[in-house]
């Protein structure tokens, strides 16, 4: 792993730290967000999802290719945008996918397989964790309970998991994005023990 490998492992983990911070307050003080939690916070995990599906920038694709796909990523994000009117989220996908970006194109000889496998375990670690924390999510209903007030104010006419026990996803971020900080951090410190 090169110096500018392991720098991008301590910018991704760096980005990771105040999505941590925002489902963390979301979760401990929900009255005061329930904008996040309903919405913000939902738009994070589709983001999250659209990330994982953009992962072969790690690989280190060719130019040319590369921005065709950035561009066809901007137009979804573009649309993200418009349709959730929240700029902020869609800004730190793109600082995230930037920083993916980056670290692909640092990568000269690159082992594909070894890429492939990192890639491999953040899908793994993604869907992992949405499904235990989705299995555990009367659990977390039971530590962290919302009030009336708070569930009240989900969008009119929205169902599901996250919207009927919204502690499921501010769960998930928390445990999602702190695993991937730990990992990245991890990554860093291999780098620096082997000079």
Not at 31 to 57: C, D, H, K, P, R
Not at 110 to 128: A, C, P, V, W, Y
């Amino acid at each position: 792993m090169s110096l500018k490998e392991s720098t991008s492992s301590i910018i991704a983990a760096a980005f990771n730290i105040p999505i941590i911070a925002m489902f963390t307050y979301a979760l401990l003080f929900p009255e005061q967000n329930t904008e996040f939690i309903f919405g913000f916070g939902v738009l994070i995990f589709l983001l999250e999802l659209m990330n994982i599906s953009s992962s072969g920038f790690a690989l280190g694709p060719k130019a040319g290719l590369a921005y065709v796909v950035l561009l066809f990523y901007a137009v979804f994000i573009g649309m993200f945008g418009f349709i959730f009117g929240n700029w902020a989220a869609i800004g730190l996908f793109v600082a995230s996918m930037v920083g993916r970006f980056i670290q692909g194109i640092g990568r000269k000889n690159i082992d594909r397989k070894k890429i492939g496998n990192e890639i491999g375990k953040q899908i793994f670690i993604f869907l992992i964790s949405v499904f235990v924390i989705i299995f555990l999510a009367p659990l977390w209903e039971i530590i962290f309970p919302f009030s009336a007030e708070v569930l009240a104010e989900k969008l009119p006419r929205s169902s599901g998991l996250f919207v009927e026990i919204p502690q499921t996803l501010l769960v998930w971020g928390i445990s999602y994005y702190s695993l991937m900080t730990i990992l990245d951090l991890r990554k860093a410190i291999l780098c620096w023990k082997k000079k």
